[in-house]
């Protein structure tokens, strides 16, 4: 079912984009809700909404079926609405945690429900990344800024320079960390993706620093920038709170970044850019990374399931992608994907035929965990067309 497919409204979800801030809400209220309710299970509220209720929301209500006319393109690319959506992204998750803060320094709270809190901040803290992942990629030096802000809560600074200059340029390649292999797990994935990050974060700064001829050690380095605000941020709140706020801060930063390390591993899984006579990858197209159109999920994530033409096109805003008919699709939405993804041997029954069928069942052409062992060409010696 498609929901929008008939319209011509510039873009019929315009007012529905605030809905993405009931994710950072998620931190605001549970308090509030347990307060009226009496019902502990909000403390668990982000993982409930994102794990249950969305899904649910995703199966009932079906595909988005619209896409942005070429002709409203520059209008809605200016439009200022659709960044004020993701700039109260980031008051909203920092109220939320700061209350959190407070909440897990008293013993009011059970540690059972101490944890709940936790985890529903993981889940903001993970979902912070994408509203820094939809900001990281702007060219206005505000959002660039507000993008490390946003990645202080869950510590994960370094997908600013790696997601940008590492990801985007090495996808659906061997080389790149965040693709998955086919018939890899996604708890081999995570170490992998977690550890081959960092690693590539590093040497892409270094790089960065050495062609403009600046120490590590210089106000200019992104990591630095990112990092410091992480300590800023947590060190301020174990001051205000006391050292019993660490393990929680602790955890909802694993949360996080497992968060957005599933999300990776379920955009890529199995897929591969071929190479062009020249031996370069060839661009990056629609057919690189897998697409949902499930209207819910898009607006809780900010059209990050249009993700084929977020990486054919990086430089488009949220609210311009397009859903594509070229690009693989999934099944369902992220929320329900991420569920499958925890159980191997249900993901590969779901997702392993899909990629096979994507490339005419030929198994040379898919991203292997065997065509990696094969390979001992570095990423620095890949050549790419970005």
Not at 337 to 365: F, K
Request: proline share 5%; hydrophobic share 40%.
């Amino acid at each position: 079912m498609s929901i929008f497919e008939n319209t011509e409204r510039r873009d019929p979800k315009r007012y529905l984009w605030i809905l993405g801030l009931i994710a950072p809400s998620c931190s605001v209220l549970p308090s509030q809700l347990v307060a009226r309710t009496g019902l502990e299970i909000f403390w668990w509220i982000g993982p409930i909404i994102v794990l249950v209720v969305i899904p649910l929301l995703d199966w009932t209500i079906g595909n988005d079926g619209s896409n942005p006319r070429d002709e409203d393109y520059e209008a809605l690319s200016n439009d200022r609405f659709y960044r004020w959506c993701t700039y109260l992204f980031l008051p909203l998750q920092f109220i939320g945690l700061l209350i959190a803060g407070f909440l897990w320094s008293r013993d009011a709270l059970s540690i059972s429900d101490k944890l709940g809190l936790a985890v529903t901040l993981g889940f903001v803290s993970g979902i912070g990344i994408n509203a820094a992942h939809e900001l990281g990629h702007r060219v206005e030096h505000l959002e660039r800024w507000l993008a490390k802000i946003a990645l202080a809560q869950s510590g994960y600074g370094h997908f600013f320079v790696e997601h940008n200059r590492g990801h985007h340029v090495r996808v659906a390649t061997p080389e790149d960390p965040a693709s998955a292999r086919f018939g890899e797990s996604l708890w081999e994935f995570l170490p992998r993706s977690m550890i081959g990050g960092f690693r590539s974060a590093l040497a892409l700064e270094r790089e960065r620093l050495s062609r403009k001829g600046k120490r590590w050690f210089c106000r200019d380095n992104n990591l630095l920038q990112a990092w410091s605000m992480s300590v800023v941020l947590f060190g301020t709140l174990i001051v205000i709170f006391g050292p019993v706020v660490i393990p929680f801060l602790a955890l909802q930063a694993l949360i996080g970044a497992g968060l957005l390390e599933t999300v990776n591993y379920v955009e890529h899984y199995g897929l591969l850019r071929q190479r062009g006579r020249n031996g370069k990858y060839v661009r990056c197209s629609p057919r690189d990374s897998w697409n949902s159109d499930r209207l819910v999920t898009n607006l809780f994530l900010f059209h990050l399931q249009r993700h084929s033409d977020h990486h054919a096109n990086p430089g488009r805003r949220y609210q311009t992608l397009r859903s594509s008919e070229q690009a693989p699709q999934l099944p369902a939405g992220y929320a329900s994907m991420i569920l499958l993804a925890a159980v191997p041997a249900i993901w590969r029954a779901v997702m392993d035929h899909r990629v096979l069928a994507h490339y005419g069942g030929d198994i040379n052409l898919v991203n292997t965990k065997r065509r990696t062992k094969r390979r001992n060409e570095s990423p620095r010696s890949a050549k790419y067309v970005h």
